[in-house]
Nanobody, 128 residues
Framework: QAQLVESGGDWVQAGGSLRLTCAAS????????MAWFRQAPGQEREFVAA???????HYRDSVKGRFTISRDIDQNAVNLQLSTLQPEDTAVYYC??????????????????????WGQGTQVTVSS
């Protein structure tokens, strides 16, 4: 059974950086679309970044240039480097796998319903 486990969340001051890791078991991350979402208190879960199965990254506009998604083939993990963090980045960050089948040439979905095998999340808190 596929399982995703997030780690790396922490409390940081505005302008700081963090590296989140999504460790996968029961699936090979290089064969699937993998994504990060986040959910702030009282807010809906929102798309942050995704790696298409061809390795191309996609980001929500507000994190472009600050966040970087990557995959570690050896560790079978997907990482999210967060830089220049702002208080509005405070949320629980979740990792998930894109629901197959995938359309050739299509961008990754940005709705939570496009994804499955959610991890338990890791808390990121950014203070001003």
């Amino acid at each position: 059974q596929a399982q995703l486990v997030e780690s790396g969340g922490d409390w940081v001051q505005a302008g700081g950086s963090l590296r989140l890791t999504c460790a996968a078991s029961g699936l090979t991350v290089s064969k699937y679309i993998m994504a990060w979402f986040r959910q702030a208190p009282g807010q809906e879960r929102e798309f942050v970044a995704a790696l298409n199965y061809d390795g191309s990254p996609h980001y929500r506009d507000s994190v472009k240039g600050r966040f970087t998604i990557s995959r570690d083939i050896d560790q079978n993990a997907v990482n999210l480097q967060l830089s220049t963090l702002q208080p509005e980045d405070t949320a629980v960050y979740y990792c998930a796998m894109g629901r197959p089948p995938y359309r050739l040439g299509a961008d990754p979905g940005t709705s939570p319903t496009d994804y499955t095998n959610w991890g338990q999340g890791t808390q990121v808190t950014v203070s001003s």
